[in-house]
């Protein structure tokens, strides 16, 4: 039996894997990929060594309210609250010169910026794209999701506790 044949219940047979989509002569592996990365329901933004931002994905456009014509190009400060940009671009420029960063096996939850200019609550994590003969990355990229609803029910659950153990008026303990 060969590495990619294993058994199933069905003895004899291989069991599936993606190997057949990537055999099709009208889809190339890299059209895949492409195909992927654009449908995730999860936005996907890329941002080059500048923080500009370089892909941008439909759901990126659902998140944020920027389409990729209005988003690709540009800074990310577009998303970035103004409070939170020297931090961040501060933490950018290191990881990009040191090709180095704590958060890339992290999920890291931050405030961002709505096109409307709501703020909005998000979650994502970080990959750093290097090409083979480099350790230093030349894009940053992350996928991304809306947490606004879950960060809004756990500041409403503290407030509670606090409330809770303050012994206020609407303990249940008192």
């Given at each position: 039996?060969?590495?990619?044949?294993?058994?199933?219940?069905?003895?004899?047979?291989?069991?599936?894997?993606?190997?057949?989509?990537?055999?099709?002569?009208?889809?190339?592996?890299?059209?895949?990929?492409?195909?992927?990365?654009?449908?995730?329901?999860?936005?996907?933004?890329l941002a080059d060594a500048?923080?500009?931002?370089?892909?941008?994905?439909?759901?990126?456009?659902?998140?944020?309210?920027?389409?990729?014509?209005?988003?690709?190009?540009?800074?990310?400060?577009?998303i970035i609250p103004e409070?939170?940009?020297?931090?961040?671009?501060?933490?950018?420029?290191?990881?990009?010169?040191?090709?180095?960063?704590?958060?890339?096996?992290?999920?890291?939850?931050?405030?961002?910026?709505?096109?409307?200019?709501?703020?909005?609550?998000?979650?994502?994590?970080?990959?750093?794209?290097?090409?083979?003969?480099?350790?230093?990355?030349?894009?940053?990229?992350?996928?991304?999701?809306?947490?606004?609803?879950?960060?809004?029910?756990?500041?409403?659950?503290r407030a509670e506790i606090?409330?809770?153990?303050?012994?206020?008026?609407?303990?249940?303990?008192?």
């Amino acid at each position: 039996m060969t590495p990619s044949q294993h058994r199933t219940g069905d003895e004899g047979r291989e069991a599936p894997h993606v190997a057949p989509l990537l055999d099709q002569r009208t889809l190339t592996s890299e059209t895949i990929l492409a195909l992927l990365v654009t449908e995730f329901a999860d936005a996907v933004v890329l941002a080059d060594a500048d923080g500009r931002i370089a892909f941008w994905n439909e759901a990126a456009t659902r998140l944020f309210g920027f389409t990729a014509i209005e988003a690709i190009g540009r800074s990310l400060d577009l998303i970035i609250p103004e409070r939170f940009r020297d931090r961040h671009w501060s933490g950018y420029q290191q990881v990009m010169a040191s090709g180095r960063t704590s958060y890339g096996d992290r999920l890291l939850e931050v405030p961002a910026l709505h096109r409307d200019g709501r703020s909005l609550s998000i979650a994502f994590t970080v990959t750093l794209l290097r090409r083979p003969d480099s350790r230093r990355p030349f894009a940053i990229a992350a996928v991304i999701r809306d947490d606004t609803q879950r960060w809004q029910e756990r500041r409403q659950l503290r407030a509670e506790i606090a409330e809770l153990r303050s012994g206020g008026v609407d303990s249940p303990h008192r």
